[in-house]
């Protein structure tokens, strides 16, 4: 069956890094876009980052650029966020999503991070 599987969450400090994997399974990842969202208690979910079914195309949030960075290994069936300089602000559930074109999309049930002191 097809599956998304999101770690690398936990609690960091502000300042801090914390590198999210996303594996999939049961799919053509390759052929499928790929999106990073997140949401916190309280608020609507956000779009943090995406890239493009062959990684050579990459779409940030505001509030993360420079600090975030989206890849993927087509090889290894996974999508990574590296995230350095965190903020509590940062703090949320995230979820990855695999997309392509008239075709279902799929989710993961989400990583938590939390920044905080």
């Known amino acids: 069956e097809v599956q998304l599987v999101e770690s690398g969450g936990g609690l960091v400090q502000p300042g801090g890094s914390l590198r999210l994997s996303c594996a999939a399974s049961g799919f053509t990842f390759s052929s499928y876009g790929m999106t990073w969202y997140r949401q916190a208690p309280g608020k609507e979910r956000e779009l943090v980052a995406a890239i493009g079914s062959g990684g050579g195309s990459a779409y940030y949030a505001d509030s993360v650029k420079g600090r975030f960075s989206i890849s993927r290994d087509n090889a290894k069936n996974t999508m990574y966020l590296q995230m350095d300089k965190l903020k509590p602000e940062d703090t949320a559930m995230y979820y990855c999503?695999?997309?392509?074109?008239?075709?279902?999309?799929?989710w993961g049930q989400g990583t938590q991070v939390t920044v905080s002191s």
């Open positions: 999503n695999a997309r392509r074109a008239f075709w279902p999309d799929y």
